[in-house]
């Protein structure tokens, strides 16, 4: 079992997962963000690799993406970056990101730098799902990457469980069809969507994200799934003249 798989056999419920951009707030912050991450009780983290035209994205990451790439980051350079991590770090570790900068480095190079480096799968949104059974699932198997896919309240029945037989470490429960960064509010609507899927005796083991900016947003999604995704509230609360002392305040909240 890989490092995501080994987490969720482990500990079924309460996991938190916290989102990042790479490159923000300075470009050198990803590792140091990553370790004080872990210390402050973060269960498994996604670094996303910035990109210029998001579509996922709200205006809080989307400003950081714009900034960490005038910051100069980019693909090989976060790769280089990430050398050291498993020196530092020893919780599951996801880049997250659109196909596009993917493509551009090369789908095998990127899969085989992320096992070289020690990161544990990622999360492309826009990655169409039967583009990834036909023509990359073998080279993200080939060098132990788990792919993460994304599920909305619009998505069919037949279409999550074919997501849930192609994954091997968590599905991605999108908690509402909006961009990031709103705040989850578990309306009828939403808490019957979250019900639907877990009365789906799915085999992989689901995570909340989107909406996600607190401990009441958090302990919520927690009673639906095996746990949640904070990224915008994350991000802007990190302090580049504060950095360390930034993320262990924001981090308080959730395990005092």
Not at 2 to 15: H, S
Not at 70 to 93: A, C, H, S, W, Y
Request: proline letters at 4%; aromatic letters at 10%; charged letters at 20%.
């Amino acid at each position: 079992m890989n490092r995501l798989q080994q987490l969720f056999e482990k500990q079924q419920k309460g996991l938190l997962s916290i989102y990042y951009t790479a490159g923000y707030p300075n470009l050198n912050d990803t590792l140091k963000i990553a370790d004080t991450l872990e210390q402050s009780g973060a269960d498994f983290l996604e670094i996303g690799f910035p990109y210029s035209d998001p579509v996922a994205d709200g205006p809080v990451i989307q400003a950081s993406s714009k900034e960490a790439l005038d910051n100069g980051m980019t693909l090989p350079i976060l790769f280089e970056q990430l050398k050291d991590l498993r020196q530092r770090v020893t919780i599951p570790i996801l880049l997250m990101g659109y196909v596009n900068v993917v493509l551009q480095y090369g789908v095998e190079a990127f899969c085989q730098k992320c096992q070289e480096v020690g990161v544990d799968g990622c999360i492309i949104p826009d990655l169409p799902m039967y583009e990834y059974e036909e023509m990359y699932q073998a080279i993200f198997e080939k060098y132990e990457l788990s792919n993460i896919f994304l599920v909305t309240p619009q998505t069919s029945e037949e279409r999550i469980r074919k997501i849930d037989g192609l994954s091997n470490a968590f599905i991605y429960l999108v908690s509402s069809a909006a961009t990031t960064g709103g705040n989850l509010s578990i309306s009828e609507s939403s808490a019957a969507y979250f019900k639907r899927i877990a009365d789906m005796q799915l085999k992989n083991p689901f995570v909340i994200g989107f909406g996600i900016s607190n401990k009441e947003t958090f302990d919520a999604a927690s009673q639906y799934a095996n746990g949640a995704i904070i990224g915008s509230a994350f991000v802007k609360n990190v302090d580049a003249n504060n950095l360390e002392g930034s993320i262990k305040d924001f981090m308080r909240q959730f395990k005092s």
